[in-house]
């Protein structure tokens, strides 16, 4: 018997936290089944979805006390396993959003997204200077899932809305059916 969870770190950015933690599951028996890291500042933040067996609890536990002791800050969610969710039917697109950066962008595409039911599975951010003006560009890129019921005409116009009144491009392609 596997227990699923959602594991949480953050702590300050320096060479070998990956292997530090990857090799604490391993020693424990845990499987890390899907993982997304980033270094957001000077801090580094890691969020993990780990099986082990129930039994490993204790040292599960153990291993976290020794990540809170090294200065990380860490959190653990019990979850359900993989794909509980069933988004079947629904349509996947591909979003790609950039321009200038201000304030709100993330969320009045969020909050489109939101008022039309689509499903954010992935987003990433980021922001760099253009090469030759210094300007401070902004970038996203994401994954939705779009409900069947859904008219593919209304949402899209929706985002095209958004990203004009962010005065900000974007892109909404089809994207293949598997996460990659």
């Known amino acids: 018997m596997s227990m699923t969870l959602v594991f949480t770190l953050t702590g300050t950015d320096r060479i070998g936290i990956v292997d530090e933690i990857t090799r604490s ?3 424990i028996g845990g499987n890390i089944e899907a ?10 933040a890691v969020i993990m979805l780990v099986t082990l067996p129930v039994d490993k609890q204790s040292a599960l536990d153990q291993t976290v006390a020794d990540l ?10 019990e979850t359900k396993a993989t794909g509980v969710v069933s988004h ?6 591909r979003l790609e959003v950039s321009g200038a950066d201000h304030e709100g962008i993330v969320n009045r595409i969020a909050h489109t997204l939101s008022e039309h039911g689509i499903n954010i599975e992935t987003a990433d951010t980021d922001s ?40 900000v ?7 293949p059916e598997a996460l990659s």
Request: charged share 25%; proline share 7%.
């Open 128 to 167: 760099n200077h253009a090469p030759n003006s210094g300007i401070l560009l902004f970038n996203m890129r994401a994954r939705v899932l779009v409900p069947p019921h859904l008219d593919e005409g209304s949402w899209r116009q929706a985002l095209t809305d958004a990203a004009q009144e962010q005065h």
């Open 35 to 44: 993982s997304r890291m980033a270094r957001l500042g000077g801090e580094f």
């Open 68 to 77: 809170v002791r090294r200065g990380y800050k860490v959190t653990t969610t």
């Open 25 to 27: 599951f391993l020693e």
């Open 169 to 175: 491009d974007i892109v909404i392609e089809p994207a």
């Open 88 to 93: 079947r039917d629904w349509r996947p697109y």
